[in-house]
């Protein structure tokens, strides 16, 4: 079993910057891959980004450029650097792990944009 703890989630304007961190404990061996979704209400979550543990990344086209993930195998966690919000990027964001059968997710942290 994987457990998930996210932190860094806020109220931030327009145009400014937050970091999601997300914390794996438990059963947590390499060759996995982990990501940031997130959800609006009533919506589906949406994939924003994921990164393998040999550091390859993927982009949704919505926060490419302004996004940036990354991860510290040695500490398990992984990050979001968030730059350049909208408020379209208001949601709550969900850490994701991901190694063969399991599939782990954290409780959420809620990110609000103003205008």
């Known amino acids: 079993q994987v457990q998930l703890v996210e932190s860094g989630g806020g109220l931030v304007q327009a145009g400014g910057s937050l970091r999601l961190s997300c914390v794996a404990t438990g059963t947590v061996f390499n060759f996995n891959v982990m990501g940031w979704y997130r959800q609006e209400p009533g919506k589906q979550r949406d994939l924003i980004a994921t990164?393998?543990?040999?550091?390859?990344?993927t982009y949704a086209n919505s926060v490419k450029g302004r996004f940036t993930i990354s991860r510290a195998n040695a500490k398990n966690t992984v990050y979001l650097q968030m730059n350049s919000l909208k408020t379209e990027d208001t949601a709550v964001y969900y850490c994701?792990?991901?190694?063969?059968?399991?599939?782990?997710w954290g409780q959420g942290t809620q990110v609000t944009v103003s205008s």
């Open positions: 994701n792990f991901r190694r063969g059968p399991v599939d782990s």
């Open positions: 990164i393998s543990s040999s550091g390859t990344s």
